[in-house]
């Protein structure tokens, strides 16, 4: 014979077990919920309420512009292409843009954006993943335009 002793698995075992694996699922949970609020980028309007009455008309004007903007990385270039219905470009009157991630402010950036002639383009360097593009343009006869691009940079 060995001399061992043989252990006995008690309630008081299995509790611990119990206890000690919920114990690390609750800690995750935690971790995991701390660092979705500490890094949510926040609200997209100040007051939802107000923002709504005028959204109708926002957007009737927007769309009377007939624009369509496209996003698009060449290399360490960021092409913002702004077109009227019939595919011409278009120049802005005043165009402003952010550039970050769409969970996490901390990677925000607003490019230095100059018109080619065809293009609005800005230099910037951007990792691989999912980006967002924030940009606000007015048009010549003062006309507010807002859109939110989605772009994904392979890597």
Do not use: C
Request: aromatic share 10%; proline share 4%; no cysteine.
């Amino acid at each position: 014979m060995s001399g061992k002793t043989e252990r006995k698995l008690t309630g008081w075992h299995v509790f611990g077990i119990f206890g000690g694996a919920f114990g690390v699922i609750i800690a995750v949970n935690l971790a995991l919920a701390y660092n979705a609020v500490k890094t949510f980028p926040g609200l997209e309007v100040k007051n939802s309420y107000v923002a709504s009455q005028t959204f109708n008309a926002r957007k009737a004007a927007q769309e009377s512009l007939g624009w369509d903007v496209e996003a698009l990385l060449d290399g360490d270039r960021l092409i913002l292409s702004i077109t009227d219905e019939n595919g011409r470009p278009v120049q802005a009157g005043k165009l402003s843009a952010t550039v970050g991630r769409p969970t996490n402010v901390s990677d925000d950036r607003i490019p230095d954006f100059t018109f080619n002639g065809q293009a609005y383009v800005a230099p910037i360097d951007l990792n691989p993943g999912n980006w967002d593009v924030w940009l606000k343009a007015t048009a010549l006869d003062g006309t507010e335009f807002e859109q939110r691009l989605e772009m994904t940079i392979g890597g």
